[in-house]
């Protein structure tokens, strides 16, 4: 051997060594880029998928939403429906009341009550008021004074006022307790 081939064996070593290394690092960062593409594309897959669940969810939970408010929006039409027909049965009452009241003021109608022939709570007899110019079969009758009349009329308002109030609060609880 020559002496510059010692000489340089050790340089051709190196380079040898160099370019081996070289090599190797290149495969190692095509290897890293090529697992990196790999890896890109398998985390894109699962966005894309995550993406597609989160719009599900959104979409179920509008249609939940929507579903709630035209349940809400049907119920308040009920509600306000059955207070309309308890207003306006209220009202006629209260007319109808009024004008009861009226045609009492004016003796146009007056009250009456039944009379039995003996009053057992008293022992006592009452006398039936003769009337004139008429002929009444049945049971007899008594008319009441008309200031008491009108106690008895605004007595049976009230009591009409609350039997409907009545029935709108139970009409209320059951549209609100019964799910549609």
Known sequence: MRIVDLILAPYRLLAVGVLLTALVGGSAVSAWKVQD???GQQLAEQASLH???LIAISNAAAGQMRAAQDNRLALEQRLSASEQTHYRVLSDAQRDQSRLRDRLATADVRLSVLLEATD???GCAVSAPTTTGGMVHGPTRAQLDPAHAQRIIGITDVGDQGLIALAACQAYAKE???PK
Request: hydrophobic share 25%.
């Open 120 to 122: 057992s709570a008293s």
């Open 51 to 53: 993406k597609d669940d």
């Open 37 to 39: 593409w790999r890896y």
């Open 176 to 178: 609100v307790s019964t």
